[in-house]
């Protein structure tokens, strides 16, 4: 086992932050979506694994410090120097005699940034340098928190693309911590849903859909109309402008998709979406008083 978490407690003063009672268990070559509102105690987590904040409880892992990586969500670097500069004094290398760090430049499209300065970076460039700083290390186990905060949409999508695609068939173990629901669906194996400093379930992204919600979903706008339609089929807990319909097996999925389409309403069928899951997640959570079963 590459990490493992046992009765962890986190407290800021008299305001207990984090609290994971049942063991949780992440392996070598996971990659896992760590998921949750503002506050729930994601960043939280990982500075507790890092050792950065103090913590109850037991956190054990074989790996060694210089083992771990991390992209945090905030970072900041020189402005007096060229990023060039920048990269080779904290990597400790030469671009021009390191052909790893050469192939990570180009990968990510990082050439032309080389000789600004930080400040004149854009975000998504900004980040690009962190990320490839980090990817330098390639740890056995690395953290990425909200890698894409302050993205456009174009910006983000192209960035955790590349990512998905770099670590696509390597072993690194990875902790993808992200509000943007899509980006985990690109990324995540397993998932691990927080919610006011409580671990509401964690597991195989598939495992947790169908315990959630079925064998699909099929999410349309929230109207009247709609409502009327789909009256007779199961409901979802979901965002208040959608409404998303169980499908626990094929005939009801074959039944909810021709009268969809015999009444010519839009929708979207799908067997992963982690913003249906996690929301019944926590619906189920709190309806079970803070249990999981």
């Not at 949780?24 to 896992?32: L, S």
Request: neutral net charge; proline residues 2%.
């Amino acid at each position: 086992m590459l990490l493992t978490i046992n009765n962890l407690q986190v407290s800021y003063g008299s305001q207990l932050a984090l609290q994971i009672d049942s063991p949780v268990y992440i392996e070598e070559g996971e990659k896992i979506g760590i998921i949750g509102s503002n506050g729930a105690g994601k960043t939280t987590l990982v500075k507790a694994i890092l050792g950065l904040i103090n913590y109850k409880g037991s956190i054990r892992t074989r790996l060694q410090p210089e083992q771990i990586a991390a992209h945090m969500q905030f970072n900041h670097y020189a402005a007096t120097m060229p990023v060039k500069a920048i990269m080779e004094t904290i990597l400790d290398t030469s671009i021009r005699k390191n052909k790893q760090l050469q192939e990570l430049i180009s990968y990510f499209e990082f050439e032309k940034c080389l000789n600004k300065r930080y400040p004149h970076l854009s975000g998504g460039q900004k980040q690009r340098l962190t990320i490839i700083m980090v990817m330098m290390q390639n740890a056995p186990l690395t953290f990425y928190d909200e890698v894409t905060s302050g993205l456009d949409f174009e910006t983000r999508q192209k960035l955790m693309e590349k990512l998905a695609n770099w670590y696509k068939d390597k072993s690194n173990t990875l902790c993808i911590i992200s509000h943007y629901y899509s980006e985990l669906e690109m990324l995540a194996e397993k998932i691990m849903i927080l919610d006011q400093g409580k671990v509401i379930d964690f597991g195989n992204k598939e495992e947790l859909f169908r315990k959630y919600c079925g064998r699909s979903v099929f999410i349309v706008d929230h109207t009247t109309r709609n409502e009327e339609l789909l009256d007779s089929f199961v409901k979802l807990a979901a965002p208040e402008h959608l409404l998303a319909i169980s499908c626990p097996d094929m005939d009801t999925e074959r039944n909810i998709s021709q009268l969809l389409l015999q009444e010519n309403v839009n929708f979207k069928r799908s067997d992963n979406d982690i913003e249906i899951m996690s929301t019944n997640a926590k619906a189920v959570y709190y309806e079970r008083g803070g249990a999981v079963k």
